[in-house]
């Protein structure tokens, strides 16, 4: 055989060779027992909860035709996390976070069981609907720092964990691809009782899947130190370190402004695009594909150096997708634009995630994640309120073109603090191994 006939022959295999290492790289925290466990476990429950979501906002929206009521419920929910978080922290780095996990989750899935047996009985009020969000609320706030901490544990190799966050948001986003495409299917056949019946079934997949983990005890701090000593350090490490501040100061800016949008997406389904709970779970669907999108991105990236600047166009690209949503009256429009915000969003959310986990001190990492839901998830009640209150004022157009246009302001901001960002995250590249120590070229692309 000629050496052209061997050269053509080979080609093909190399390039299927190239293809699986980077499929592989996208998926690499897999290859630890414990994440792919939860990671199978997780991808379950969540589909239910975004099932859980859309249904209560439509169940709200029928009950009073009102977005201000949607605000409130939404309020109610999310306030819990601003409030609680906090405390959470502080708990999550001293407490077991499987036993906190398999807790909070048990308890959520008794949540979902309430508002399912109080619907499918037709005596469901908005003050029961207010009640159980703020159990919610309760929940999360618990869970979400716990559960970004235990991240950790699940993944044997450190260089494996910035792919292991991108994984959590391919689960969450592909979750938001098909959590509400079955409400809206479900709710326009059945109604929404089923859909929360059904959450509270998707909780047992999790809970299994944690309680069949092995995972090492963890060192955890000394307790004699009291709880308020705990919060109070964890929020000077906090102020003190600016690159950690600067990213949860565009998070906190965009998710009061901007994220909150999904409040209105209710009124803007059925009196702007004129549709019904299919086109809500279409529209929803929208964002959770150009969520995926940009998970896969961040997952295919090998290694943490750039993140900075993918916030900033992640953030600015979310605020102009706002802003041209609100010219929008019909639907085929309406969802090439929501997967362009959603592409901007997750880049912004998950590089904000990757970041701060990358460069926080391990004995403060559950304290600085609860602050981090506190940015982004603790503003989110307010952010609710405002648009909601906003909407009927205004209309949901032009509180779409104010949210937006905070959005682009705030990553223009963050774009000028990066050089500032780069010089201080460098030094901790350099001692974890991402950058080598000599390296000065690699510095422009340090965050």
Not at 20 to 28: A, E, F, K, P, Y
Not at 74 to 98: E, H, N
Not at 152 to 165: C, F, H, W
Request: proline residues 4%; glycine residues 10%.
């Amino acid at each position: 055989m000629s050496a052209e006939r061997v050269s053509a022959a080979a080609t093909p295999v190399s390039a299927v060779a190239r293809g699986n290492s980077g499929v592989l790289r996208t998926i690499r925290a897999l290859r630890s027992r414990n994440y792919r466990l939860f990671f199978s476990g997780q991808g379950v429950s969540l589909i239910g909860t975004w099932m859980q979501s859309v249904a209560l906002g439509w169940l709200v929206y029928r009950l009073t035709g009102s977005s201000k009521a949607l605000g409130t419920v939404a309020f109610a929910g999310q306030i819990p996390m601003l409030l609680l978080s906090p405390i959470a922290g502080v708990l999550a780095d001293r407490w077991d976070l499987r036993r906190t996990l398999v807790a909070t989750q048990s308890l959520m899935a008794l949540q979902a069981a309430l508002l399912a047996v109080l619907t499918l009985s037709a005596v469901i009020t908005q003050w029961q609907i207010i009640a159980l969000s703020v159990m919610a609320g309760m929940l999360n706030a618990l869970d979400m720092p716990a559960r970004q901490a235990f991240v950790v544990q699940m993944v044997e190799r450190p260089e494996d964990l910035s792919n292991a966050i991108a994984l959590n948001s391919f689960l969450f986003n592909g979750a938001r691809l098909v959590g509400p495409s079955l409400a809206g299917l479900v709710v326009a056949a059945l109604g929404e009782g089923p859909c929360f019946l059904l959450n509270a079934v998707s909780f047992a997949a999790v809970i299994v899947a944690l309680l069949a983990m092995r995972v090492a005890p963890r060192a955890r701090p000394h307790r004699d130190a009291t709880l308020l000593h705990g919060l109070a350090e964890g929020f000077a490490y906090v102020l003190r370190f600016r690159p950690i501040l600067t990213v949860l100061g565009l998070l906190s800016l965009v998710s009061l402004t901007g994220m909150s949008y999904a409040t209105v997406m209710p009124v803007f389904a059925k009196e702007v695009l004129g549709g019904g709970p299919r086109t809500y779970g279409f529209l929803l669907g929208a964002t959770g594909v150009g969520a995926v999108l940009g998970v896969l991105y961040l997952a295919a990236r090998p290694s943490v150096l750039g993140l900075g600047r993918i916030i900033a166009l992640g953030a600015g690209a979310f605020g102009v997708g706002l802003i041209a949503l609100a010219a929008v009256r019909v639907l085929w429009l309406a969802l090439p634009l929501l997967l362009f915000m959603g592409l901007g969003m997750m880049l912004q959310i998950a590089s904000s995630n990757t970041i701060i986990q990358t460069i926080v001190d391990e004995d403060k990492r559950g304290r600085v994640m609860s602050i981090y839901g506190m940015s982004f998830i603790g503003m989110a009640p307010f952010g609710s309120l405002l648009i909601g209150n906003l909407a009927d004022a205004l209309g949901v157009p032009l509180t779409l073109v104010l949210g937006g246009g905070c959005c682009i302001l705030g990553a223009l901001a963050f774009a000028w603090q990066l050089p500032t960002m780069r010089r201080l995250v460098r030094p901790i590249y350099v001692r974890k191994g991402i950058l080598p120590e000599a390296s000065g070229a690699a510095d422009g692309h340090a965050a």
